[in-house]
């Protein structure tokens, strides 16, 4: 049974196709591989943070949030490159 759906009430609900699920690509595949490679950033955030605490102790939330500003920035780097080449 797949998970239910979580969907702000101020979502456009355009957004979403006939199966409940959010769709931001005109292929439903494109979808799914986006989900795949967030769901792999989530994971390797995850490994990134044991290794923070295996190696590094007592980290500080504000240096542990710098970290996590700088792996979202270089996951999402090729996107705000291509959002600055169609400006």
Do not use: C, H
Request: net charge negative; glycine share 6%.
């Amino acid at each position: 049974m797949a998970d239910p759906v979580f969907k702000p009430d101020d979502t456009p609900k355009d957004i979403y196709g006939p199966d409940g699920q959010p769709r931001f690509f005109d292929d439903p595949g494109m979808d799914r591989y986006v989900a795949v490679v967030m769901n792999m950033a989530q994971e390797m955030w995850v490994q990134e943070e044991r290794l923070m605490a295996l190696e590094g102790g007592d980290a500080s939330a504000a240096d542990r949030e710098a970290k996590l500003k700088e792996f979202v920035d270089r996951i999402f780097a090729p996107l705000r490159e291509q959002g600055s080449e169609d400006a």
